[in-house]
């Protein structure tokens, strides 16, 4: 409904103006308490992304696929499994045994065998270096999952923190926000400020409390993509060591380029 500011006369008591004001403007009421989160240690970036190599799923399938490439290495150097066997052929169990002296029979042409092929030339030797090939590779993809993981665990661990430090400024300014309203409303209720004046302060302060709430909501998907990437979705919110605004390292564009091309896995 709308506002009405109060009149009063000059020998309102301060008692009575400050009752009839604080019932003609609304109450921005309080502001939400901070979400809960874990009692533990803080975690730090070496924490999530030690936990990330434990439980990522990416990494899992990069070394079980290294794993059974090593075993092609394996199996491209044995000989081939011998073959053992019985054969029977025109066989005629209903031919009728003839009477001496002639002779035939219909038990037909049958025998064993066994099947052994032997590789020559050094070809299992060839055979499993070609394997070999195919397991390095294997172990490069291993690497690039690792880095890969490494660096989204990286981003949303940032990420997470940027999103802390907007809840914490956003709480503040409503903080901030409530208590200039409340000011407002005392220099209203004694006679140094217009009935107009409060209810735009109390617009910033409705404000303030809308830009806590998205910034509370952005801190929750950045927690549980962080907990994705680190391989576990089910992991609660938890302390974050670190600052967002931490300076950035130095780095040597010449030392970094070196590294790149020595161990950068798409060379390699």
């Given at each position: ?25 609304p109450d921005a009421g309080p502001v939400a308490p901070a979400a809960a989160v ?84 050094g070809k299992l030797r060839l055979a499993q270096q070609v394997a070999g090939f ?135």
């Amino acid at each position: 409904p709308p506002v009405v500011p109060p009149r009063f006369g000059p020998d309102t008591p301060q008692a009575e103006r400050e009752g009839a004001v604080t019932a003609a403007f609304p109450d921005a009421g309080p502001v939400a308490p901070a979400a809960a989160v874990g009692d533990g240690p803080p975690l730090s970036l070496a924490d999530l992304q030690k936990l990330a190599a434990e439980n990522s799923p990416v990494l899992v399938r990069a070394r079980a696929e290294a794993d059974a490439a090593y075993g092609q290495v394996v199996q491209a150097g044995l000989y081939p499994n011998p073959t053992l066997g019985y054969q029977a052929d025109q066989v005629q169990p209903n031919l009728p045994r003839p009477q001496p002296p002639a002779t035939g029979s219909g038990a037909g042409q049958q025998g064993g065998f066994i099947n052994q092929l032997i590789k020559t030339a050094g070809k299992l030797r060839l055979a499993q270096q070609v394997a070999g090939f195919d397991y390095v590779n294997a172990l490069v993809a291993v690497r690039r999952a690792e880095v890969d993981v490494t660096a989204a665990v990286r981003t949303q661990y940032f990420a997470a923190l940027v999103a802390r430090k907007g809840v914490e400024v956003n709480r503040a300014l409503a903080t901030l926000a409530d208590e200039v309203y409340r000011l407002q409303l005392r220099q209203v209720a004694a006679g140094e400020a217009a009935g107009y004046e409060p209810l735009q302060l109390f617009a910033q302060a409705e404000l303030a409390r809308n830009a806590l709430t998205q910034s509370e909501v952005s801190y929750r998907a950045a927690w549980r993509q962080l907990a994705a990437a680190v391989g576990k979705p089910d992991l609660p919110p938890a302390p974050l060591a670190g600052e967002a605004d931490a300076p950035a390292p130095a780095f040597d564009p010449a030392v970094l380029q070196a590294r790149v091309l020595d161990q950068h896995t798409e060379i390699l």
